[in-house]
Every structure is written in structure tokens, then in C-alpha cells.
């Protein structure tokens, strides 16, 4: 006998009363959500010309930009968890990456399918696709994950078109595209040239390109014992990954002389065979420079340069199908990325503004009237919660379950979003409140606040708490009660296999910082 948690029961209540509710009607439009993991507000809002982003720039000036959008947590996983549930990660349980999506949670994808959608995805980051259970998956016809690690904006773009060619054009399709190319490592794009020399057993065998994220991939003859892998090269590199497989079984592998993920100019990695014949086995390498943190934000900014070109090829197929005018189209990302704000680098580990204020483009199909209903919020936080409500009114569909989000095409009211991120990425737990004025941010562990003014301090770099508390009276004890909530219901939760674990950490995420 299978036994269904409260939450489950609810949403499967729901979800049949509002299926039998549905009435026959106009088709309704397409949906693409296009998200671009690690991608900043400013590449969007651009206030000092640092971008070059034609096919961004069409987009917003054909739809609906969102200048105070937030997600609710600067990673991955748990980004995507709130946007497709419409409730925020203290409610989720998913607080980090490896972690398990629960299995009575309604997500949009399964949502949109009972009410008639065809639904597809094609992700191009291990972090969407490393949960024990069916995770994001769930709803999805169709969930492309044919990629090891992440995957480059043209590869993806050939698997969208591998899709794309067999959409059913009977029913309203939701199509869900991710691309990874600014997520570190930035590739330098050409404009500078790094490589490591890779030899195996002393013998020449390949120059790999450490300043182009590649994935070096090679069927070679390894014979019984210790088969030894050397890299050198003139400019510091990092390891992020080795994997050698013989048939379907993973070979050990033993960092040596640098271990992985740690810089340096030499590695050596032993893989070990049993005895028997020589057998070929499949050998996938992940390298990288390390350029120095000045050289960050350059990189960067070609990256977003990029990806544009990605998105935009994306949209022009769209177009070229006939498929762009009739469709709403939302783009995001998932979270933003921390450039020497505040002597942070990357994202996970805070919740200032960088790591977590994101660009909303929305395009509404053609003929829809509501654009200025949806621009009452276009310059007021809002979260990636509000989202789906927002979405599901568009289309004219009841509600997801349990939604926690407000559909923007509502009436402004409370402008505020829920913030936070955990260890083993940030040192600590935080939980944080943020308006059109100020951040709260709560450290459980010290049971400590730190109040920013972000109208005089938006780059959140004087704590204010002890002498402005008393202008949003009412945060403190809210950001306890989330804190104690999220605690209650992570408890016996959350754990992450060593397996997940180690890919975690070849895509930067699990050291804390």
C-alpha cells in the first residue's frame, strides 16, 4: 500500500478538479523559458555599457523588462526548485545542489502537461540532473541531458534543434532551454591561447586546451596496473575532472603531484586497471586555466557576449519556425555571479545583490493587451516564486498547488523577496528579507542581523542594524521563524551521496566559498 504525504493529496485534489474544470477553447500559446545559468542583472541592464548584447537588447525591447527580479538563492538546484514550485527554498527543502527535489512537491512542467501542454527541456549543467529521484525532471515528455558535466552553448543549441524538429504542433508546447556559458570556468574566446602538454606513460599524446572549456574525450588502449597521466603546462591550470571508463565501471583515479581542483603548472593521475589484457576504455578530461582575479570581470563580459549569440540563434529559429510572435516568452537566469563585490568571486556564498538579483525579460504573445498590467512591477522586487502565478494567469489556467508566488498581473502591494543560501557552499546559514529599500540578513548560527540601506549602500558595505532596526520593525522576528521553519523541515533531510558530491565539486560547487 502506498501511502501519499498531506501535500501530495492536496495537490492531487487539485489537480483533477481543476483538469475537469478545463473547458475547450482557443489554443493556447507556446511557452519558452530560456534561463542562463550565472548570468548578472547588469549584462541585462548594462548602466555602464560594459555588454554587447544585440539579441538581449531585441528581446527586452519586444517585451517586458523587470529591473528588481530576484532569485532566492545563489545556486543552482535550489534556484530552479522555487521558480518551477513558485515557493522559496525554506519550503522546498532543496537548500543545495545534489539534493533531492521532493517527489510531493507540484512543479510547473507536470503542471502544464495535465492541462495539455507537450513538455520539454534541454539543460546543460550536471546540478539539473544529479538527484537520486526524478528531481526537475518530473513533468517533463521530454528532459535532454546528453552531456557530460555542462555543456557549450553551440552543442546545446544543436540538441534544442534535435528537439525543436519534432514539437507536435496539435497542442501548446512548454519548452524549457538552459545555457551554462558564463557558470566558470570563463573561457578566454579566443583572445588568449592556453595549453597543457598531456602525455600517458611518459609518451606524447595530445595538447589540451585549458583556456576553452573543452571536454577532452579519447578511446584509448590502457593496459593492466597503474596507467599514469601527466599535465604541464606554462600558465596554472586546474583539474576539475578525470573519469575512465572501462566498459559501464568506472577506474580508480589517484591525484597525485596536484590534487583536483587545486592550481598548478604539473599534474599527475594515476588510473589503475586490473590484470588482464590491454582494453580500450573511454577517458573524458576537464582542464582549465586559472587566470587571475583581474582577469575575471574580461572574461566575463565575453562569456555574456557569447551567450547572447546563443540565446539569439535560439530566438531566431523561433522566428524562422513561426513559432516566436504567437509564444510567451520569459527569460531569466538563475542566480548572478559576484565579481570582486565585497572581495566575493563567483556566487553561493552570500546573498548581495550580484549573487542574486537576476534579468527578467517576459514577451507576451501577440495580441495579448496586459503588457501594462505587468509593468505596475517592472521596477519593484520581485522573486522567481512569482513566476509561475504569473504565467498561469497569462495562460488562463487555474493555479499551481501551493503556490506562495503572486501573479504580477495583480494589483502592487508588499514588495519583498526571501533570500538565502547554506553551507557546504556559504560558511554558514543565511536568511534574508529584501525591499525596494533595505536587506535584512540573519545568521541563525550567531543569532545575529546585518541591515543594509540600499539606497545610500547598494553595494551593502555598512551594516546599519544597530541604529535603523526599528524601520522594518517587523523582519527580525520573521527571518527567525523562517530559519526555525526551514530547520523543522530539513530535519532528517538533505544528506548528499559521494558520488554526487564529487561532480558537485567539479562544477565549483562544495568548498564553501
Not at 597525485?256 to 589484457?277: D, F, H, P
Not at 493587451?369 to 522567481?384: D, E, F, K, Q, V
Request: a negative charge; proline letters at 7%.
Amino acid at each position: 500500500m502506498v501511502t501519499l504525504s498531506p501535500r501530495r493529496v492536496l495537490g492531487a485534489l487539485v489537480l483533477a478538479l481543476a483538469g475537469c474544470a478545463d473547458e475547450p477553447g482557443p489554443r493556447r500559446p507556446d511557452v519558452f523559458l530560456v534561463v542562463v545559468d550565472t548570468l548578472r542583472a547588469d549584462a541585462l541592464l548594462d548602466p555602464e555599457g560594459k555588454y554587447d548584447t544585440p539579441h538581449l537588447d531585441r528581446l527586452a525591447s519586444e517585451g517586458l523588462v523587470f529591473t528588481q527580479a530576484f532569485a532566492h538563492a545563489p545556486m543552482t538546484l535550489p534556484a530552479h526548485t522555487a521558480l518551477f514550485s513558485s515557493r522559496p527554498p525554506v519550503e522546498t527543502t532543496v537548500w543545495n545542489n545534489g539534493e533531492d527535489v521532493p517527489a510531493d512537491l507540484p512543479l510547473l512542467a507536470e503542471w502544464l502537461r495535465q492541462h495539455g501542454y507537450g513538455t520539454r527541456a534541454v539543460v546543460s549543467i550536471g546540478t539539473l540532473n544529479l538527484g537520486r529521484r526524478e528531481g526537475l525532471k518530473r513533468g517533463f515528455d521530454h528532459y535532454d541531458t546528453a552531456f557530460w558535466r555542462i555543456d557549450r552553448g553551440e552543442r546545446v543549441l544543436e540538441r534544442i534543434g534535435e528537439q525543436m524538429a519534432t514539437l507536435e504542433h496539435d497542442r501548446p508546447q512548454f519548452f524549457f532551454a538552459h545555457f551554462s556559458d558564463p557558470h566558470e570556468p570563463y573561457d578566454a574566446h579566443g583572445s588568449v591561447r592556453h595549453v597543457a602538454e598531456l602525455t600517458l606513460g611518459g609518451a606524447a599524446l595530445d595538447k589540451v586546451s585549458t583556456s576553452e572549456s573543452e571536454i577532452w574525450t579519447r578511446s584509448l588502449e590502457l593496459a593492466p596496473g597503474e596507467n599514469v597521466f601527466e599535465l604541464t603546462s606554462r600558465y596554472p591550470f586546474q583539474v576539475r575532472a578525470l573519469e575512465v571508463r572501462e566498459r559501464n565501471s568506472d577506474l580508480p583515479v589517484v591525484f597525485e603531484t596536484l590534487q583536483r581542483l587545486e592550481i598548478g603548472r604539473q599534474a599527475r593521475m594515476v588510473v589503475t586497471r586490473a590484470a588482464g589484457e590491454p582494453a580500450e576504455c573511454l577517458v573524458r578530461l576537464w582542464v582549465n586555466d586559472a587566470p587571475a582575479r583581474d582577469e575575471f570581470a574580461r572574461r566575463y563580459v565575453l562569456e555574456v557576449e557569447h551567450v547572447d549569440g546563443m540565446v539569439g540563434r535560439f530566438l531566431d529559429g523561433l522566428r524562422a519556425a513561426g513559432r516566436y510572435d504567437d509564444a510567451l516568452i520569459v527569460f531569466t537566469s538563475d542566480h548572478g555571479e559576484a565579481l570582486g563585490e565585497r572581495d566575493h568571486f563567483g556566487h553561493q556564498a552570500d546573498v548581495n545583490d550580484p549573487q542574486v538579483q537576476v534579468p527578467l525579460i517576459v514577451k507576451l504573445p501577440r495580441g495579448d493587451t496586459r503588457a501594462a498590467a505587468l509593468a505596475r512591477w517592472s521596477a519593484l522586487p520581485l522573486g522567481h516564486i512569482d513566476l509561475v502565478p504569473t504565467l498561469l494567469e497569462l495562460l488562463a489556467l487555474p493555479p499551481l498547488p501551493g503556490a506562495r508566488g503572486r501573479s504580477l498581473l495583480a494589483e502592487t502591494g508588499v514588495a519583498e523577496v526571501i533570500l538565502q543560501t547554506h553551507p557546504p557552499e556559504a560558511a554558514q546559514d543565511m536568511f534574508a528579507l529584501r525591499d525596494e529599500r533595505f536587506k535584512l540578513v540573519y545568521f541563525p548560527k550567531e543569532q545575529r542581523f546585518q541591515l543594509f540601506d540600499l539606497s545610500q549602500d547598494p553595494r551593502e558595505e555598512h551594516d546599519v542594524y544597530a541604529t535603523r532596526a526599528g524601520e522594518r520593525p517587523a523582519w527580525p522576528a520573521r527571518l527567525e521563524a523562517l530559519a526555525r521553519l526551514g530547520s523543522e523541515l530539513r530535519q532528517g533531510g538533505g544528506e548528499i551521496d559521494p558520488e554526487k558530491a564529487a561532480e558537485l565539486e567539479a562544477l565549483g560547487y562544495g568548498g564553501g566559498g
